[in-house]
């Protein structure tokens, strides 16, 4: 790491200062100063149990799924992955629909709504049916890992549409919104929650990156570089899929921030994957928190309406295009 | 894995665990805004925020309009709703919004774990319940009353709903009784996807109450999608399609073109096809009365002729 991270941090940090005064309520700094002063101040309580974590989470899972995209795209070799390529988002939806059709299911644990929790589960049991059947063969194939994560994606998405259509209508809406993603939360707690498996889930792939560097030349390179190639990609698919499960099971699915940012961060700052790793992070934050301030605060603007928008629906709507102006442009390569 | 991958992993996960018991204790202490203002949780709720329609129809209806502060998208009846607070949709309602508007109390429907969250964090009252029959639409009035001080208007309101459905039935129930299918917000040009009210929808049960045989009320669930060859086996003597937004004379017509692909029916032989449209024919609330007499009137004309 060098310093041309630092870029990416003040941006980031630029990001995070900014976004908590931005919603659709206008909350000023003497609305905090008075909060702060223990007058029970509406906007204040507003600004530090709702915005600030909301920020947080929207920077962590944002970073989160930058991050994984960015050394998937590298452990597959293949630009098109990113982390919901392995099928982990489909078991997360399954959960999350079974919470919602089932009320035998739809227990809350601890601070996780039963939706949350039973993503969560789901998303575990994709992981790892997929590591199962990848270890069947020697070594970790990651051929297999991709191949079955698509597969078991489209078996989930099979029985979403198998559940929705025997399921009451106003069940239907309530899935229909979970699939669009959301950040919205209220309260520190659901964020705490997912720490003890998030951390070591980034941690595995901020560390493997020096090796990651060796894999990307090919695997044979590797080898003959000396690194155990298998050790890093048992690593990197466990630590990539642990952190995705976490954020999807709180976020629900929430695209294009992990397939094109690493993208975009490579564009600007070449391959060395540690720099590209943290800065995909940092990048990835900023971005999903940028567009969860326009995803709350839109409809505002445009209507004075206090509907907000789930923030999956900006990201595919404007990351869409921008990814696309990248793949057009003459520069672009991976 | 590796050792080393794997004690990074486990010394991450301590951490992790660490922190989040940090962040559970802190804001169990400090980010309980309302904890300090102790007792202010009203016996009797105030202000109250609704967010779903047919509950917020019988919040105004039960005369409890004036104390309502905040509702939703999706409740537009009485035309007083909009002149309140907008707090956005239902299942992702703006929660900053709410909590500006200091309700005491946020009524919803069936299982809303968002809302009961942001209630249990903020020292709200949580008030839900499953409305699916039409006995369910009763004590949900009552329960609506109770849980907001059961004034004089409630037991009226609720003897004046009763009685409106005793003469509906009244008129209609020395008559033959059709069999009858129902179906909703299906789209011209195809017969797919027919959804109808089964035994547990209230729908059903208006049907019974207006005169009528609702030929799927042994169907499993709630608004099961049925298959044409079962409605063709059973038959029916009437179909009503049912629109909660106006229909166009074409629509209609496109509509009712498509049944004729069923010529077998009787229904459509004898040309009993009714669409009935309004934005109350779908909702479980107390403008159920109307529901039941628009279904009479069709079911059942001989009886309302003067």
Known sequence: ?334 | MGKRNVLLALGLAVVGFLLAGLINVISDQRITPRASQAGSIAKTPRRIAVVTPSICEIVFYLGYGDQVVAVSDFCTYPPETRTRENVGGWINPNRERILTLHPDIIMTQGKHEIIANLCREQEIDFFTLEIETLPDIRAAMLAVGERLGANERTAEAVRDWDAALTRIRERVENYSRPSVFLTFSRQPGRLSGLMTPGAGAFLSDIIDLAGGRNVFSDAKGNWPTISKEALVMRGTEVILELSPEELTEEQRAALRADWNKLPSLPAVKTDRIYYLTGDYLLLPGPRVTQTAEAFARVLHPEAFRE
């Open chain 1, 1 to 334: 790491m060098n310093s041309r991270i630092i870029p990416y941090l003040l941006l980031s940090l630029a990001v995070l200062l900014i976004a908590p005064w931005i919603g659709t309520e206008h909350i000023g700094l003497d609305h905090l100063l008075s909060y702060l002063g223990g007058d029970g101040n509406p906007g204040g309580s507003v600004l530090i149990g709702q915005r600030i974590p909301r920020v947080l989470l929207g920077f962590l899972a944002g970073g989160t799924l930058a991050l994984v995209g960015a050394s998937f795209q590298v452990l597959f070799r293949n630009p098109l992955v990113e982390p919901y390529t392995l099928g982990v988002t489909g078991g997360a939806a399954l959960g999350a629909y079974l919470a919602i059709a089932f009320p035998a299911l739809s227990v809350p644990v601890g601070p996780l709504s039963s939706m949350q929790f039973m993503a969560m589960v789901g998303a575990g049991a994709t992981l790892g049916i997929i590591y199962f059947f990848a270890r069947q063969q020697q070594g970790l194939s990651t051929h297999t890992l991709l191949l079955a994560g698509v597969t078991l994606g489209i078996v989930c998405g099979g029985a979403i549409m198998l559940l929705t259509y025997i399921s009451d209508p106003h069940k239907l809406l309530q899935i229909n919104r979970w699939l669009m993603g959301g950040i919205d939360v209220v309260g520190y707690k659901e964020l705490a929650t997912i720490l003890p498996f998030l951390l070591p889930g980034l941690g595995l792939l901020l560390a493997n990156a020096p090796e990651l560097n060796h894999i990307a030349l090919g695997e044979e390179m590797a080898t003959g570089h000396g690194v155990d190639v298998n050790r890093v990609q048992t690593a990197v698919f466990v630590g990539g899929g642990l952190a995705t499960a976490m954020v999807v099971s709180l976020v629900g699915p929430i695209g294009f921030v992990g397939l094109i940012v690493p993208h975009a961060v490579r564009r600007m700052s070449g391959f060395d994957q540690r720099l590209v790793l943290p800065a995909s992070f940092l990048l990835g934050g900023a971005a999903l928190t940028a567009a969860d301030c326009v995803a709350r605060s839109l409809f505002m603007w445009l209507w004075h309406s206090t509907t907000e928008l789930p923030v999956g629906i900006i990201t595919a709507l404007v990351g869409g295009p921008l990814f696309i102006r990248l793949l057009l442009s003459r520069k672009f390569m991976t």
